[in-house]
């Protein structure tokens, strides 16, 4: 369903009751009855699992898998896979500048992206009462991901041209499989650039923001919105960068202070976050998670561009009472 997502966006502002934004998709295993395994290369379960969060949450948006290993075996990296966690990339891929060049970008519709762009689109069909966002790695962490998270750390010292090289490549796909999501149904995407927080604010700006922009000026319009999302713990100190990719909201993970984020950001943009995924909502009691979620809001609700949300992707084996507490949580503080 198309929306205005730039009103979409604005309606998420101010300080009176507001729908939370957790990053939600895995824990549909749970209600559907399946494996992570057979969740990540089934389309329809996929979109069905959006489907029934969307029925089971007042979230103000639907967000599909948050899988950061489907572009990089698109790449050719290797991935694990397990029945109950999120897949992971294993070992390198590219080790030199020989093997940058010869790194084929590869065709929208590759690999596991077809499955995860027919979801979107069924979700986008089934899912009428709020926004459909698509999940989405950001371009330094799949560069991470293809030339190893360690390595890239010191290559960006020791061969910048090479990351650089990788950067253009992984870009320019990340751009077609953006607009194949919009193409799809899809009223914006999440991208996630957890590997960026790791660098020093200086090379963020070098290696990672201008890369993110791009994306951004290729996609972001009225009808489609980039929601940026970062967890590392040097975030706080790349704010002036981040502020020139222009995304058209801000997600951050529960290692950052929240309110020393929104004092750091312009009252107009919208910065959301930070529940502890693993730690409260996937570890904690309802009480817990109850405490922790009514905490933040305490600290945090009177700031007009806050929006409540977990810090990162919530697992896949969170239990659902947890969820449930959490979004009780920020009804009963509203109401």
């Given at each position: 369903?198309?929306?205005?997502?730039?009103?979409?966006?604005?309606?998420?502002?101010?300080?009176?009751?507001?729908r939370?934004?957790?990053?939600?998709?895995?824990?549909?295993?749970?209600?559907?009855?399946?494996?992570?395994?057979?969740?990540?290369?089934d389309?329809?379960?996929?979109?069905?699992?959006m489907?029934?969060?969307?029925?089971?949450?007042?979230?103000?948006?639907?967000?599909?898998?948050?899988?950061?290993?489907?572009?990089?075996?698109?790449?050719?990296?290797?991935?694990?896979?397990?029945?109950?966690?999120?897949?992971?990339?294993?070992?390198?891929?590219?080790?030199?500048?020989?093997e940058?060049?010869a790194?084929?970008?590869?065709?929208?519709?590759?690999?596991?992206?077809?499955?995860?762009?027919?979801?979107?689109?069924?979700?986008s069909?089934?899912?009428?009462?709020?926004?459909?966002?698509?999940g989405m790695?950001?371009?330094?962490?799949?560069?991470?991901?293809?030339?190893?998270?360690?390595?890239?750390?010191?290559?960006?010292?020791?061969?910048?041209d090479?990351?650089?090289?990788?950067?253009?490549?992984?870009?320019?796909?990340?751009?077609?499989?953006?607009?194949?999501y919009r193409?799809?149904?899809?009223?914006?995407?999440?991208?996630?650039?957890?590997?960026?927080?790791?660098?020093?604010?200086?090379?963020?700006?070098?290696?990672?923001?201008?890369?993110?922009?791009?994306?951004?000026?290729?996609?972001q319009?009225?009808?489609?919105?980039?929601i940026?999302?970062?967890?590392?713990?040097?975030?706080?100190?790349?704010?002036?960068?981040?502020?020139?990719?222009?995304?058209?909201?801000?997600?951050?993970?529960?290692?950052i202070?929240?309110?020393?984020?929104?004092d750091?950001?312009?009252?107009?943009?919208?910065?959301?976050?930070?529940?502890?995924?693993?730690?409260?909502l996937?570890?904690g009691?309802?009480?817990?998670?109850?405490?922790?979620?009514?905490?933040?809001?305490?600290?945090c609700?009177?700031?007009?561009?806050?929006?409540?949300?977990?810090?990162?992707?919530?697992?896949?084996?969170?239990?659902?009472?947890?969820?449930?507490?959490?979004?009780?949580?920020?009804?009963?503080f509203?109401?």
């Open positions: 369903m198309k929306y205005d997502m730039k009103e979409w966006i604005k309606g998420l502002k101010g300080t009176q009751s507001k939370p934004l957790p990053i939600l998709s895995f824990p549909s295993v749970s209600l559907l009855g399946v494996s992570v395994r057979e969740l990540i290369s389309s329809t379960l996929q979109a069905e699992g489907r029934l969060v969307a029925a089971h949450t007042n979230a103000a948006a639907a967000v599909s898998l948050m899988d950061l290993s489907v572009e990089a075996e698109c790449f050719g990296a290797e991935i694990c896979v397990a029945d109950d966690e999120v897949p992971t990339v294993k070992g390198r891929l590219i080790h030199d500048m020989d940058a060049e790194l084929t970008v590869p065709a929208i519709g590759s690999g596991r992206t077809s499955v995860y762009i027919d979801a979107i689109k069924t979700a069909e089934t899912i009428t009462d709020r926004p459909v966002l698509a790695i950001g371009p330094f962490s799949l560069a991470a991901r293809l030339l190893d998270v360690s390595e890239i750390m010191m290559d960006c010292y020791d061969d910048p090479m990351v650089h090289l990788v950067m253009d490549k992984v870009t320019t796909f990340l751009i077609e499989y953006a607009k194949a193409a799809a149904g899809a009223n914006g995407i999440m991208l996630a650039e957890p590997v960026s927080g790791l660098l020093s604010p200086s090379l963020e700006a070098e290696f990672s923001a201008p890369y993110v922009k791009r994306i951004v000026d290729a996609v319009d009225d009808d489609f919105v980039l940026y999302h970062n967890c590392g713990d040097n975030t706080p100190r790349m704010v002036a960068s981040l502020l020139t990719i222009g995304a058209a909201a801000y997600h951050f993970g529960n290692a202070d929240m309110k020393d984020m929104l750091r950001f312009p009252t107009d943009i919208l910065v959301m976050g930070n529940v502890d995924p693993a730690g409260v996937r570890m009691s309802p009480d817990e998670v109850r405490e922790a979620t009514t905490d933040l809001l305490r600290t609700a009177s700031y007009p561009n806050f929006l409540l949300s977990s810090g990162c992707d919530i697992p896949p084996m969170t239990p659902w009472d947890n969820i449930r507490a959490f979004f009780d949580a920020s009804d009963a509203y109401s």
